[in-house]
T-cell receptor, first 113, second 117 residues
């Protein structure tokens, strides 16, 4: 069990650019969650997948954000036309449905200049 | 409202002493999960302990234990024999939609714990 991994760990981009983050969950986990954490705050839910289906999106997830989990394994989170307000840590977590406990990856820290 | 309140933004404890971090939450569900996660500086979120609401017995994990008061919607974390490695942000979290739903987590704002040698 290698745990949840995320790539890249850090991303610096200019306002208006598109960025994409990847998350690889624990292999037997069928659920995958994305959260956003800003400085001094707890993580906030963005969206989640069960297998390849995206079942819920938070109102925090504007139309500039899109997430996929095409084969029910890894997931990508894309932000189009980045804004300075998108600067945050983006956390991925995975779990087995019904078990409750989520295991987190190290996060991708995004800085939009 | 789905809220978690951690009323102590910062706490400090002497090495080898005991400290308690407080947490209250709001839910109308009868069966749900509660968690404490630890986030060391620049490191990833680690599960410390979890509690299932239907279980009356308080969860324990080595030096970590909880005081779960369901009626009061209170879920405090006690750290015994504090170690320097316990220094971190501690987040209280719960699953407000109970079991069988999205199981998305709602987090508090965190308590920064400092351990003094």
């Amino acid at each position: 069990d290698t745990g949840v991994s995320q790539d890249p760990r850090h991303k610096i981009t200019k306002r208006g650019q598109n960025v994409t983050f990847r998350c690889d969950p624990i292999s037997e986990h069928n659920r995958l969650y994305w959260y956003r954490q800003t400085l001094g705050q707890g993580p906030e839910f963005l969206t989640y997948f069960q297998n390849e289906a995206q079942l819920e999106k938070s109102r925090l997830l504007s139309d500039r954000f899109s997430a996929e989990r095409p084969k029910g394994s890894f997931s990508t989170l894309e932000i189009q036309r980045t804004e300075q307000g998108d600067s945050a840590m983006y956390l991925c977590a995975s779990s087995i449905a019904g078990m409750g406990t989520q295991y987190f990856g190290p996060g991708t820290r995004l800085l939009v200049l | 409202a789905q809220t978690v309140t951690q009323s102590q933004p910062e706490m400090s404890v002497q090495e080898a002493e005991t400290v308690t971090l407080s947490c209250t939450y709001d839910t109308s569900e009868s069966d749900y999960y509660l968690f404490w996660y630890k986030q060391p500086p620049s490191r990833q979120m680690i599960l410390v302990i979890r509690q299932e609401a239907y279980k009356q017995q308080n969860a324990t994990e080595n030096r970590f234990s909880v005081n779960f008061q369901k009626a009061a919607k209170s879920f405090s974390l006690k750290i015994s024999d504090s170690q320097l490695g316990d220094a971190a942000m501690y987040f209280c979290a719960y699953i407000p939609d109970g079991k069988g739903g999205s199981e998305k987590l709602v987090f508090g704002k965190g308590t920064k714990l400092t351990v003094n040698p």
